[in-house]
């Protein structure tokens, strides 16, 4: 079945860094999300991208369909942006969604 | 505009009883899943509905889970002989036809089996 691979699995980081986490997928998808889970376990949409680039506020992301991998950037980072960022993949010509295993991440003040 | 819910959102139950949890979608959206949910993992996908048929079912979803969703509305999760094994958050989405598809997610129900 299709893999999906996030990395890095824990991240560590100063408030006012900048990151990026990185969604590595190994089949043809028809949609791509990424969430960001608070620590309550709500899943909070971020991004709807299957392809092209978006931003919205601090955050964007980009998606290269054809090799296969979603970025996404999260810059000048706050202590609330702590929490286990996922993306999540359907397949092409289904409803079945794969999520990765996700990457925790924690903004120290 | 309401999001989707679940009911209840903590379920505590001994190993062997039943339970059932309720999902109710944003109110257009004919796209309904359920994910269960793992401490430390990503959720994992268990059923999805258009309307009220049942499309795709996971293989997670063993003879003891059944879902349903009557009238194409509210769905409801029941798990029967519970195991400790089950203890998870049940996670529930919803989605639009004919849109992108981006899916939803309600706050989840945490079931505890002792």
């Known amino acids: 079945g299709i893999q999906v691979e996030q990395s890095p699995p824990d991240l560590i980081l100063q408030e006012g860094a900048n990151s990026t986490l990185r969604c590595n997928f190994s089949d043809s998808v028809n949609n791509l999300q990424w969430f960001h889970q608070n620590p309550w376990g709500q899943l909070i949409n971020l991004f709807y991208?299957?392809?092209g680039t978006k931003q919205n506020g601090r955050l964007s992301a980009t998606t290269v369909a054809t090799e296969r991998y979603s970025l996404l950037y999260i810059s000048s980072s706050q202590t609330t942006d702590s929490g286990v960022y996922f993306c999540?993949?359907?397949?092409?010509?289904?409803?079945?969604?794969?999520f990765g295993a996700g990457t925790r991440l924690f903004v120290k003040a | 505009d309401t999001g989707v819910s679940q009911d209840p959102r903590h379920k505590i139950t001994k190993r062997g009883q039943n339970v059932t949890f309720r999902c109710d979608p944003i109110?257009?959206?004919?796209?309904l899943y359920w994910y269960r949910q793992t401490l430390g993992q990503g959720p994992e996908f268990l059923t999805y509905f258009q309307n009220e048929a049942q499309l795709e079912k996971s293989r997670l979803l063993s003879d003891r889970f059944s879902a349903e969703r009557p009238k194409g509305s509210f769905s409801t999760l029941e798990i029967q002989r519970t195991e400790q094994g089950d203890s998870a958050m049940y996670l529930c989405?919803?989605?639009?036809?004919?849109?992108?598809?981006?899916?939803?997610f309600g706050p989840g129900t945490r079931l505890t089996v002792t």
């Open positions: 989405a919803s989605s639009l036809v004919g849109q992108s598809g981006e899916q939803y």
């Open positions: 991208i299957p392809s």
């Open positions: 109110s257009e959206h004919n796209r």
């Open positions: 999540a993949v359907v397949l092409g010509g289904g409803f079945k969604t794969i």
